[in-house]
């Protein structure tokens, strides 16, 4: 993924997680349909952030970060002390 925002000091810059289309059992969703989850991706981090790499999945503060939207993407830039934790998967 090409991030064209470059975090600065002690900042992450997440995605919003992506989402399936249709249920288990076929039905088709519209965007307005589909629910946010509370998990994020990282897309770019800090220099100084050794904590987080690219592509962690991550939970943060409800309501924390910065949201901009550059080409048709949302972004959040959030403190990565705002970040509470990573999301381990079993594999």
């Known amino acids: 993924m090409n991030v064209p925002i470059k975090p ?3 900042h ?3 995605t919003q997680k ?3 289309s249709t249920t288990k059992s076929g039905i088709l969703l ?7 989850t ?5 897309a770019a981090v800090a220099d100084d952030v ?7 999945e991550v939970i943060c503060k409800s309501y924390a970060g910065t949201n901009v939207d ?3 993407t949302e972004y959040t830039i959030i403190k990565a002390e705002d970040i509470l934790g990573v999301l381990v998967r079993s594999k």
């Open 50 to 56: 050794e904590t987080l790499k690219i592509g962690d």
């Open 38 to 42: 509370e998990a994020r991706v990282v």
């Open 70 to 72: 550059i080409e048709k």
């Open 18 to 20: 992506e989402q399936n």
């Open 12 to 14: 992450v810059v997440l």
């Open 8 to 10: 600065l000091s002690g």
């Open 30 to 36: 519209t965007d307005a349909a589909k629910e946010k």
